[in-house]
């Protein structure tokens, strides 16, 4: 099978980001993405709006990536698409048109779990970058997920520890907002931050048992502070600002940190690798480096194209569907929330 020629399309709209891409036998040919400013206005993103917005980028985007990997629509061995989880607006019209495109090319539709894909994109063929070996564990970080997943294969991933509330890029992104940063907030904390003070303003870290996360209490706390040096005094964020990001992404990396080790010890798997869109955070890349030496662990940082939403994930995890013949029927639908 490997020695097949295998073109996938894969079509990623799960967000607010209509991407397509073409993987060749495990190697990326395109991977084209649309992002959708209009939400910067709003503070985050409005799902009607989104879901408008794809529709008007589908055609062009995937005209565009067949264009640059330099193939025909008749090239395509099949269409990958993200069944969920994700808004579900934004999620349908991208099933509709994977399924529509597969029935009229009359080739395989491969439905993908977002989630999935995310840890999978780590099996991209990419120069300079190691695959992990099963089994090996994945933090999936991002604005709607917080996971530590255990993978012994392609598609046998077991969740151990997840958020009990906010995800952790929710928790950056209502920082920032405290803080009167603009939406995504997120990379503007971590630009802050790597020219403050880590240790400049002490955050309590929450107690939550076994491999699991909180992160509302500690938004909650970071508000209170916030609120409290303001009534003192009115330019506190404006002379504080890089120490307080600092501050607020050394406690969240301490507490993704703390967890990390403690499952590596649990499940003897030092094997370590991050995905999703946290995962381009400069604080997290560093530090996970660093715990190579410290800990003995092996790191698996994924480049930055596709930490964040993109197609090519979803490419790469149709590509390890359709070489196993897990192919979806037409029947097939979207769903908002999907396990793992």
């Not at 020695?3 to 060749?24: K, M, P, R, W």
């Not at 206005?41 to 589908?58: T, W």
């Not at 995937?62 to 808004?87: C, M, W, Y």
Request: proline fraction near 4%.
């Amino acid at each position: 099978m490997a020695t097949q020629n295998i073109f996938i399309l894969g079509i990623e709209s799960s967000c607010d980001d209509t991407a397509a891409a073409v993987l060749h036998n495990g190697k990326i040919l395109s991977n084209v993405v649309a992002t959708q400013d209009i939400h910067k206005k709003y503070g985050g993103v409005v799902p009607e709006l989104a879901s408008r917005a794809h529709q008007q980028n589908i055609v062009p985007v995937i005209h565009e990536a067949l264009d640059q990997a330099g193939i025909s629509k008749n090239d395509l061995s099949a269409v990958a698409f993200t069944r969920g989880p994700g808004l579900m607006g934004s999620l349908l019209v991208g099933t509709s048109f994977a399924k529509s495109l597969a029935l009229g090319l009359g080739i395989p539709l491969l439905d993908v779990n977002h989630m999935q894909a995310h840890i999978l994109a780590h099996f991209i063929e990419e120069e300079g970058y190691d695959k992990p070996q099963f089994p090996f564990l994945a933090m999936t970080i991002s604005g709607g997920h917080t996971q530590i997943v255990k993978v012994s294969d392609y598609f046998a991933m077991e969740v151990i520890g997840q958020t009990l509330d906010d995800a952790v890029g929710e928790a950056f992104d209502k920082s920032a907002k405290i803080l009167g940063l603009p939406y995504p907030g997120g990379p503007l904390v971590d630009k802050h931050a790597q020219l403050g003070n880590p240790k400049a303003f002490p955050f309590p870290k929450p107690k939550v048992g076994d491999l699991n996360f909180s992160f509302s209490g500690l938004k909650t706390s970071i508000l209170y502070f916030i609120q409290k040096q303001l009534k003192e005094d009115p330019q506190f964020i404006e002379k504080n600002l890089n120490d307080i990001c600092a501050s607020i992404q050394h406690t969240i990396i301490g507490i993704l940190m703390d967890k990390l080790k403690k499952a590596a010890k649990q499940t003897g798997i030092n094997q370590i690798a991050i995905a999703g869109g946290v995962s381009a955070n400069s604080g997290i890349r560093k530090t996970l480096k660093e715990a190579e030496n410290k800990y003995r662990w092996k790191t698996f940082i994924p480049k930055f194209e596709y930490t964040t939403d993109n197609a090519a994930m979803i490419a790469i995890a149709g590509h390890f569907k359709y070489i196993s013949g897990d192919y979806a029927d037409l029947g097939v639908t979207a769903k908002a929330r999907i396990k793992m």
